[in-house]
């Protein structure tokens, strides 16, 4: 007897009560439907904070100057510049897992064109910046190396900061703004950013060499970093070990013993995933409740199956009599209960997809239904029905056909 | 020339429980090719029993069955399954037609089983068919048959498969009298093309259209003989018309 023919029976069978069929499949679709559902508002949830967090920099660790006790009273992060320009070079050249380094020093400055001013966010840095940010300009070029050795008073503008200046549509390479007072010549505009995952915007920047910042807009210590230090490390992977070895780094370098640092370091790969951490345990929740939900429809399918076998007795007696052999029958309500399965799994995946397209829509969330997914659902739906109708198969096809045909 | 079916010594024992029960207490039983037998007694003589072992549903607990010249009664599962598949033809009492099935769906089942591609199984389920005299109802399921149909499209389905023995049990029991005739005209026929038919029946009436009568008793056979059947076509022609339901 040929799988399509016994696939045929089966339907027949299963079309005989539908809505008993429909029932059965009810906890299978369901369940299917729940991981399809929860895979898909996962995957997008994480899908959204890795690209916030592309957006921030690759690979990034960030070192602050951290807090120094002074009198018994212990001062917060940054509250002292302990950073110096010479632990900057030192992380640059003695580990090998950091492949950039940019100091960030800010100010909230008055930056004016020829008809607006605007406040924004003034930040001297190097030409490693647009690198370990992966950040380009969108016309123009970004910071050299030679305006950061010679000083020159030039800086690249943020997307927000150009609309402020000198409106939408207007590209103001080459034009001339002042900051504090002091002429810079535009050389470019960074492409647009967007905003961080908390809100701020990345555009409404000006970024300057940092050496001219030292000298014309914050004057301060000669030898200590007065903000940040931005590093990017070779690969994802070596953000922890980069973090570890700057921290060693700098306790050698400023002699610190025990572990009140002088200095702070942001990992913001480890932030990310600890950001994912909380949707991960979310889809856990939500796969263990689908699972729980696959085994109860399993189960429902195992009770439907064992009703089946009892009320056809006399059909599987009948069967055996006119040459079927176990194995005939085993097959015939192994793909009964398969199909059942399968069913519901189809069902709950086209519910589960469409659930996930409704939300995506109406509360703007992202989702994405991989296709790895939906095979393994509609694969593990047929497992299922095999786990599940394979003992009251294997029932069906242990019957005595003298017993089987005498079955009232 | 052998003999079809031979049965040597044949006993078979329940165990219910403490008690054994012997169903078959030494049964010696030969019937050849092209015969029509009907078997007789009681309930509890073991003739439910002995149709069980012939029929190769169930295996005896000592002695030896020769089915067309194989021993049968130490095969396996599989075997024996295929051993009703192609040897044997099986007509029930109560019919045992699939519901909700077509007559052809239903006649085709043992060719199903023995893996007949699909255009040769329909032809010959259709054949079948006609050979019953149900050629023009292949289509209706079997609520929308009367029983004497009903029976015919079992019997269409025990001879699809080309047997070489129709086992029948009390296939006349759920039937009014005449179409009882008419399902006996049916297997006499089949007997003319050399089908062995052996029929299991209480009722002495239907016995008298065989040609051999064996009655069993306590699991032993009583009594074996030989007579001239009654013709049960002429029998249905001397019955008054049926009245137009």
Redesign the interface.
């Known amino acids: 007897m040929s799988i399509l023919h016994t696939l045929r029976v089966a339907l027949r069978a299963l079309m005989r009560n539908k809505m008993r069929s429909f029932l059965t499949t009810l906890g299978m679709i369901i369940g299917v439907c729940a991981v399809i559902f929860s895979v898909a508002v996962g995957e997008g949830a994480k899908a959204k904070v890795e690209e916030a967090f592309a957006a921030m920099g690759s690979n990034l660790l960030i070192l602050m100057p951290g807090s120094s006790t002074s009198g018994g009273a212990r001062g917060g992060s940054g509250s002292q510049p302990t950073l110096t320009w010479d632990d900057m070079r030192a992380i640059q050249n003695e580990i090998s897992t950091v492949k950039y380094v940019a100091p960030v020093l800010r100010s909230q400055s008055q930056v004016m064109s020829e008809d607006q001013n605007w406040s924004t966010s003034v930040q001297g840095t190097s030409p490693e910046y647009f690198a370990i940010r992966t950040w380009p300009v969108s016309s123009g070029s970004p910071l050299t190396q030679s305006d950061v050795e010679s000083g020159a008073k030039v800086c690249v503008l943020g997307q927000t900061v150009v609309d402020k200046l000198f409106g939408t549509s207007s590209d103001p390479v080459g034009q001339m703004v002042r900051i504090k007072n002091i002429p810079f010549q535009v050389v470019g505009v960074l492409a647009k950013k967007g905003q961080s995952a908390m809100g701020q915007d990345y555009d409404d920047a000006v970024l300057v060499p940092y050496t001219t910042f030292g000298a014309k807009i914050q004057g301060g210590l000669k030898n200590y970093i007065n903000g940040a230090v931005m590093i990017g490390a070779a690969s994802p992977a070596d953000t922890s070990r980069a973090e570890t070895q700057i921290t060693n780094l700098l306790r050698d370098r400023h002699h610190i013993g025990g572990t009140d640092d002088d200095f702070f370091i942001r990992n913001l790969t480890e932030l990310a995933n600890s950001q994912q951490e909380g949707t991960k345990t979310m889809t856990t929740l939500l796969n263990a409740i689908a699972a729980i939900s696959l085994v109860v429809g399993g189960i429902g399918i195992m009770n439907i199956m064992l009703v089946s076998v009892t009320e056809r007795t006399r059909e599987i007696g009948l069967r055996m009599a006119v040459g079927a052999k176990p194995k005939n029958i085993l097959m015939q309500f192994l793909v009964e209960a398969m199909t059942l399965s399968t069913m519901g799994g189809l069902i709950g995946l086209s519910l589960g997809v469409l659930g996930a397209k409704v939300i995506a829509q109406s509360f703007g969330w992202n989702t994405l239904v991989r296709p790895d997914v939906v095979v393994a659902a509609i694969a593990f739906s047929g497992l299922v029905g095999i786990g599940f109708g394979l003992y009251p198969a294997y029932k069906a096809s242990r019957l005595d056909p003298i017993d089987a045909l005498r079955y009232e | 020339m052998a003999s079809l079916i031979e049965l040597s010594e044949v006993k078979k024992t329940y165990h219910m429980g403490d008690v054994d029960v012997h169903a078959l207490r030494g049964v010696d039983l030969t019937i050849d090719a092209g015969e029509f037998i009907a078997v007789m007694g009681s309930s509890g003589s073991g003739k439910s029993t002995l149709m ?1 072992i012939v ?1 190769c ?2 295996r005896p607990t000592s002695g030896h069955y020769l089915l067309d010249g194989k021993e049968v009664s130490r095969m396996s ?2 075997q024996l ?2 051993i ?3 040897t044997l033809g ?1 007509v ?1 009492q109560s019919f ?1 037609l ?1 519901t ?2 077509s007559a052809v769906e239903n006649v085709e ?2 060719l ?4 007949v591609h699909t255009k040769e199984r329909v032809q010959r389920s259709k054949e079948a068919l006609e050979r019953v005299g149900l050629g023009k109802r292949m289509d209706h399921h079997p609520s929308q048959l009367s029983g004497g149909q009903q029976q015919r499209v079992a019997i269409a ?1 025990a001879i699809v ?1 080309r047997p070489k023995v129709i086992l029948a049990d009390e296939p006349t029991g759920n039937l009014d009298s005449r179409t009882s005739v008419e399902v006996m005209a049916l297997f006499q026929a089949l007997g003319r093309d050399g089908i062995t038919v052996v029929l299991v029946t209480h009722e002495p009436d239907i016995a008298e259209y065989a040609a051999r009568v064996v009655v069993m008793r306590d699991g032993h056979v009583m009594s074996d003989t030989r007579q001239k059947p009654k013709d049960a076509a002429a029998a249905v022609a001397e019955l008054p018309p049926e009245e137009a339901a």
């Open positions: 069980n029929g549903l169930d599962r599989d399954a295929d009703r598949n192609r099986f029930f045992n699939l909700r099935t089942l043992p199903l089983y023995q893996g389905r498969g």
